[in-house]
């Protein structure tokens, strides 16, 4: 199993641009969630999805956008990048039910010029 | 709303010493879950341990256990014996009833050999 996977490791941005976070699991898992981390605020959940189809926001949304077509895949939109969005982002993936510990990919680092 | 708070932003600990590290949260949901995250210098988040809101007992792994006081609002993470290995940062997470899992701000650890 490759666990999860997130494309790009790293990437450059200018102020405006859009662009595609892709995440992906191939655990089964029908609990998928998106973490922006900045220094010294820890994980901050931007959106997180329960099962295909279903998505909901979380503590800050702004500026993103998701969807849920398939149990394995979970993109991350930045519709217009913005400085402030510059900052490492996690995905993670679980087993719906409470007590599953969450798995997660390895971050992409986003740039935003 | 839930919300994780851990007091200590950074802590220097003997090796061979045990470790407390903080963690008190809020959440009017009567059932919910707590974990612990370990994130190396290297980027990985690695899942520690988790106790459930229900659970009677305090929950161990190894070296790790998770000190649950209900009344308190607290889930502090002990670790026993500590190791030059575990000097990571540290973050606590909750699970409510509403599905978002969120984390605290996270407390670095130093252990000095």
């Known amino acids: 199993n490759a666990g999860v996977t997130q494309t790009p490791k790293f990437q450059v941005l200018k102020t405006g641009q859009s662009m595609t976070l892709q995440c992906a699991q191939d655990?089964?898992?029908?609990?998928m969630s998106w973490y922006r981390q900045d220094p010294g605020m820890g994980l901050r959940l931007i959106h997180y999805?329960?099962?295909?189809?279903?998505?909901d926001q979380g503590e800050v949304p702004n500026g993103y956008n998701v969807s849920r077509s398939t149990t394995e895949d979970f993109p991350l939109r930045l519709l217009s990048a913005a400085p402030s969005q510059t900052s490492v982002y996690f995905c993670?993936?679980?087993?719906?039910?409470?007590?599953?510990?969450?798995?997660f990919g390895p971050g992409t680092r986003l740039t935003v010029l | 709303a839930q919300k994780i708070t851990q007091t200590q932003p950074g802590m220097f600990v003997q090796e061979k010493e045990a470790v407390t590290l903080d963690c008190t949260y809020d959440?009017?949901?009567?059932?919910?879950?707590l974990f612990w995250y370990k994130q190396p210098s290297s980027g990985e988040m690695i899942f520690l341990i988790y106790?459930?809101?229900?659970?009677?007992q305090n929950a161990t792994e190894g070296r790790y256990s998770l000190n649950f006081q209900k009344a308190r609002k607290s889930a502090n993470l002990v670790i026993s014996a500590s190791q030059l290995g575990d000097s990571a940062m540290y973050f606590c997470?909750?699970?409510?009833?509403?599905?978002?899992?969120?984390f605290g701000k996270g407390t670095r650890l130093h252990i000095l050999p």
């Open positions: 655990m089964n898992h029908e609990y």
């Open positions: 106790q459930g809101s229900y659970d009677q």
């Open positions: 999805s329960v099962g295909a189809g279903i998505t």
């Open positions: 997470a909750m699970r409510g009833s509403g599905d978002k899992i969120i």
């Open positions: 959440t009017s949901d009567p059932s919910y879950g």
């Open positions: 993670a993936s679980s087993y719906y039910a409470s007590g599953n510990e969450q798995f």
